[in-house]
């Protein structure tokens, strides 16, 4: 009987988070009343230093943002895992290739994970007297990336890129999100938690 009650808690909070996740994810869009900055975070560069497609979508998103005045400047997110160009790096390029002002970027070039853009992104963002923030993620990320930059104190407005993904594809992240979350209490938690659990490394 343990077992199963157990089970049916463990089931019932999936469904839950798998609510919240989709949800987030397809929630229209609200913007605070003035003009702040929009952190867009990084996804896959490849070796030969080829954005992803993932990568792609949240910079064209961020552009927008600009180009509506919803943002008043990018905060790019996203380190490299070797000497390949960081995701903020490549971020960037494509921003200043479609015509964006190299004045309107900002970059964080040293994150591995969505824990570290978090921290490494709000120290930013409080040596300017920022606490505010647009956020621009996939869809299916956006649940989890809030629940990190509000750990750190920020006021978080989020906004998808919307991947295109195969029905399995979309369960698949779905499901490696809902594990992530599962995995990290503490994002549910008012205060923020410093140090991140083991295994701590995915966008």
């Known amino acids: 009987m343990t077992v199963l009650v157990a089970i049916g808690v463990v089931t019932a909070l999936g ?3 798998g609510v919240h ?4 994810g397809k929630r229209s869009p609200r913007f605070p009343s003035r003009p702040v900055t929009a952190v ?3 996804a896959r560069v490849h070796p030969d230093g080829t ?17 509506t005045g919803q943002a008043q400047r990018l905060l790019l997110s996203g380190g490299a895992p070797d000497a390949r160009p960081s995701e903020a790096a490549t971020m960037a390029r494509l921003a200043l290739e479609s015509g964006a002002q190299q004045a309107s970027l900002l970059l964080e070039e040293t994150s591995r994970s969505t824990f570290e853009n978090a ?9 300017r007297g920022e606490t505010e923030i647009i956020l621009v993620s996939c869809d299916f990320h956006l649940a989890r990336a809030s629940a990190h930059f509000r750990g ?10 919307v991947r295109s993904l195969s029905t399995g594809d979309r369960v698949l992240v779905t499901a490696k999100e809902l594990i992530a979350l599962l995995r990290r209490p503490w994002l549910f938690l008012p205060s923020p938690r410093p140090s991140p659990p083991r295994g701590e490394g995915e966008h």
């Open 51 to 67: 954005p992803s497609p993932a990568l792609v979508d949240r910079v064209r998103v961020g552009l927008e943002l600009l180009r």
């Open 119 to 127: 921290a490494r992104c709000a120290e930013l963002l409080e040596a």
């Open 15 to 17: 469904v839950g988070l």
């Open 21 to 24: 996740v989709h949800r987030t």
């Open 152 to 161: 750190r104190g920020l006021t978080v407005w989020p906004v998808a890129s």
């Open 40 to 42: 867009v975070l990084g």
